[in-house]
């Protein structure tokens, strides 16, 4: 059976919240949040579908009695579909959540940049505006993420606010004490860690050294038991199932310096991990220059 949704009829992804019973929205706003950098979906064809720069509209349900049933929200995917964190890795919005069962069932999330509204684009405003055949209003309790087609979109746009900013790019760079990388500081050391544990498995009968804090362009120095052959393996985990990393120019340069030099890639590093190695040659000619960005307003 074909699937519903496709590159020709997408016009935009659309998330949903339960104010009522899974998600305190309502409590987050009254305390400063006006806008949704991440949201769970479901496991599906969908969810592998989204992609940066893909608009996502953010709909809150419910009987409207503790919010207006309706748009709350428009935005961009800016990031792939990531395994959901730890149990014990405190996010924000953690303490949002009414729903403890659902909160820890939550296996995926997309990263986005959605900015919320002062006041809904309500169901009723749709409906006076001829908009009555979205998914949403159709199937109340349809797949996370639902979707608003092309010609659909055609018509939100005419009642919606502008679309905030420019379509976003395909990765946030972040730069910390240890490098960059995607996504925040804390959830990349999280990622990292689970990575490092899988490529050491993955060696299964090499002795190593873990030397991720001597800067010497790559993370762990292996050597085989019998054969003695050397491996110096640099680790990137990724919590989606694309293969897209950063590399320093550290790394770059050991590269061309050590012959031993690998790029181990870890992908859904914190659910089901897949180690890929790649030579020295696959990861320079992948590898495209980046320019970064410093805050250095609080030095």
């Known amino acids: 059976m074909a699937n519903l949704i496709t590159e020709e009829n997408l016009g935009a992804w659309l998330l949903k919240c339960d104010p ?39 709909w809150v349900s419910g009987n409207g009695r503790i919010m207006t049933r309706g ?4 935005g961009q ?9 730890p149990e ?25 940049d959605v900015e919320l509204f002062d006041e809904a684009v309500s169901a ?16 109340a ?4 993420p639902s979707w608003v087609s092309r010609e659909q979109l055609a018509a939100l746009e005419a009642i919606l606010p502008s679309w905030p900013g420019e379509p976003a790019k395909e990765e946030e760079i972040t730069v910390s004490k240890s490098g960059a990388g995607f996504g925040t500081a804390a959830q990349n050391a999280v990622v990292e860690a689970a990575a490092m544990a899988a490529v050491i498995e993955f060696y299964d009968g090499w002795r190593y050294k873990d030397v991720s804090k001597d800067k010497v362009g790559w993370d762990i120095s292996f050597t085989h038991r019998e054969t003695r052959e050397l ?10 199932s694309r293969p897209i990393v950063l590399l320093t120019a550290n790394e770059l340069k050991a590269a061309k310096e050590h012959p031993e030099w690998t790029l181990a890639v870890v992908t859904r590093a914190l659910s089901d991990p ?3 190695e790649y030579s020295v040659a696959q990861a320079l000619d992948s590898a495209k220059p980046y320019v970064f960005k410093a805050d250095l307003s609080d030095l």
Do not use: C, H
Request: aromatic share 8%; net charge negative; hydrophobic share 45%.
């Open 20 to 58: 009522t019973s899974k998600f305190d929205l309502p409590a987050a706003i009254a305390d400063g949040v006006d806008t949704i950098t991440d949201w769970s979906v479901v496991p599906g064809y969908r969810s592998e579908m989204m992609t940066p720069g893909d608009k996502v509209v953010f």
């Open 71 to 74: 748009i709350w929200g428009i």
């Open 77 to 85: 995917v800016t990031d792939y579909v990531q395994d959901s964190v």
């Open 88 to 112: 014990d890795f405190q996010m924000g919005d953690v303490n949002y959540w009414k729903d403890e069962a659902a909160r820890l069932a939550v296996e995926l999330s997309v990263p986005v």
């Open 124 to 139: 009723v405003d749709l409906q006076a505006a001829g908009i009555v055949n979205l998914e949403v209003q159709r199937l």
């Open 141 to 144: 309790q349809g797949s996370n």
């Open 231 to 240: 491996a110096k393996v640099e680790v990137k985990g990724v919590s989606g």
């Open 274 to 276: 897949k180690v890929v």
